[in-house]
């Protein structure tokens, strides 16, 4: 019973992890009043890069570091349609959103002859586990605690994001870009430049997310790696009411939908494999019913910030 409960909690903080990055960059660009519907494919994208920088580095961490530049770049192409530009955020979030998969494959055939995923990684390619040699084998502990480092990594994030947004002048800056730009803009704050930002770092959290998939929790990176978990992880973000601490426990809930996935698929029961495998999707429509019309953005989230010159 105990080494049941150590699997499905150990799983879900590892299936958790990818989410709660990318979650966590939807927070913040949506906190400064930008939507980022693209979040699956700067995923996808940064889910690339790292596995093919990392291959041929040798090193997870260019590897990590690089899916969030690449996720970054397109976070940026965002943040010029929309905060330059005035575009719909939804429809160039749905261009993102094709234009990071379809880059990805294309490159992936370009650097791996053809073939529309990359070559495995090494044990030594992956992120490391620092508890890997000093936790005792078969306990509950190491169960739990034997993760990548993105783990800890994100959840110390959950903690940087919340103390920058509501414990900082920054953060006060990016709320209130997000509630009022127009107000904000007279006090003297860079609406543009603020959006830009966080527009930019969604991109990065995302692309970080993605790189947890490919270098941490799978091998390599593949067409179907992400197919999805982009959009779990904007549902997340609604369902926690854009604040990065309703995002973490929206995650965790989602995780463990995974988890119990992986569980029951390894148990004895006779549980359909098709049925098992909507069933974090039916998890996701579920929660945006039964929350998404009692969760408030932020009052300006969406709507495009023309300066006036007058």
């Given at each position: ?9 150990g ?10 990055f990318?979650?966590?960059?939807g927070?913040?660009s949506?906190?400064s ?10 995923m ?13 580095t ?9 899916g969030?530049?690449?996720?970054g770049?397109l ?55 620092y ?6 084998e ?5 169960q739990?605690?034997?993760q ?31 509630e ?27 692309g ?10 799978a ?13 779990i ?14 995002a ?10 995974q ?19 909507m069933?974090?999707y ?8 039964g ?14 910030y ?5």
């Amino acid at each position: 019973m105990l080494s049941s409960l150590g699997f499905i909690i150990g799983t879900t903080l590892m299936y958790s992890t990818p989410l709660l990055f990318t979650s966590l960059g939807g927070v913040v660009s949506e906190n400064s009043g930008v939507v980022n519907i693209g979040l699956e494919g700067m995923m996808t994208f940064g889910a690339f890069m790292a596995a093919t920088v990392g291959y041929f580095t040798g090193n997870p961490w260019l590897g990590f570091l690089s899916g969030g530049l690449g996720a970054g770049f397109l976070g940026l192409l965002h943040a010029i349609a929309c905060v330059s530009f005035g575009a719909s955020q939804v429809v160039s979030g749905i261009a993102i959103n094709f234009l990071g998969p379809g880059l990805a494959l294309f490159l992936s055939r370009k650097f791996f002859d053809g073939a529309t995923m990359t070559y495995t990684l090494s044990i030594e390619m992956k992120m490391p586990k620092y508890f890997n040699h000093i936790l005792p084998e078969g306990t509950f502990i190491r169960q739990v605690l034997n993760q990548d480092i993105t783990v800890f990594m994100v959840f110390s994030l959950v903690f940087v994001i919340w103390f920058v947004l509501y414990r900082t002048r920054l953060g006060l800056r990016i709320r209130a870009v997000g509630e009022h730009p127009k107000a904000a803009d007279t006090l003297g704050v860079n609406v543009y430049r603020i959006r830009y930002l966080c527009v930019i770092f969604s991109g990065v959290f995302a692309g970080f997310g993605g790189a947890a998939m490919s270098i941490a929790v799978a091998s390599n990176f593949f067409q179907t790696l992400i197919s999805g978990q982009g959009f779990i992880a904007l549902a997340a973000m609604i369902f926690g009411k854009w604040k990065p601490q309703g995002a973490m426990i929206a995650c965790l809930i989602f995780g463990a939908a995974q988890a119990m996935v992986i569980f029951i698929g390894g148990t004895a029961l006779r549980v359909p494999n098709e049925f098992l495998s909507m069933m974090p999707y039916v998890l996701t429509l579920v929660i945006l019913m039964g929350f998404v019309g009692k969760a408030v953005a932020p009052a300006a989230d969406g709507i495009p910030y023309i300066k006036d010159e007058s």
